[in-house]
């Protein structure tokens, strides 16, 4: 399978994003993926009041043909372009290895706590460790030259950097597109055909993998499953050769 990569409608990014606002980008990924309504409520000193999130499951869920192109942050070691964006990173305790929350504990970070409930169960408590790199003076202490030194135990707000989730009347689309980062930021990454369905299963699937033992870890009832079956049954059709 082959096609060009085309010019696509982009969106400037936000050079800096206060904690509440790192959280709604983090927890906003789990809609559509839920299979039962779900609020969500996380208080910090910091908020002028609690942020409450309430995510519905969608009716449908589409895979675009656009989730079948390539690219990978991996293929320019070295590149920090993203780092630019300064946020909070936000690693869920339990879920992330113990070694980088001690890490982030050194670094300064702190605990908040978050409330997970659903339709039909009693609340969840799970921990976030929130380390602040809003400054942008001080440089990521996970950066090194040849990139992220914590790449592969990313969040998930960096798991999917140009996989978009995009709910617009109970419907559910996944796919890839270039967004504000690769012309403001210089993102050298570019779209392009996959080898094969190996290649596919390893750089995309992968994600969505881990993305489902995140959700599995919280506790929430979750779709992903039913996506990643969606996905490799797409991928053998478009790509070719079995997984």
Known sequence: MSYSVYPEYIFEPKGSLNLKGCFKFELRRLQGFVTDPVRIVISDPSFKKDLDIAIDPVN?????????????????????????????????????PNWLINELREGGAKTVSCMFWG????????????????DHAVKCRFLSETGCSVHVNNPISCMFPLVRFGVSDG?????KRMYGRNWQLGCPAKFKPYDNVHQFENDTVSRFLRFKAYMDYIGIPNRVGEVIEMIRNRAERMLGGFI
Not at 63 to 88: E, K, M, Q, T
């Open 171 to 175: 419907t559910l689309h996944i796919g």
């Open 60 to 96: 449908k869920i589409v895979i675009d043909d656009s989730l079948f192109r390539r690219y990978s942050c991996l293929d320019y070691p070295g590149c920090s372009n993203c780092c630019a964006i300064n946020v909070w990173h936000i690693f869920l305790i339990g879920f992330t």
């Open 119 to 134: 339709s039909d169960s009693a609340p969840k408590c799970v921990a976030y460790s929130c380390h602040d790199h809003t």
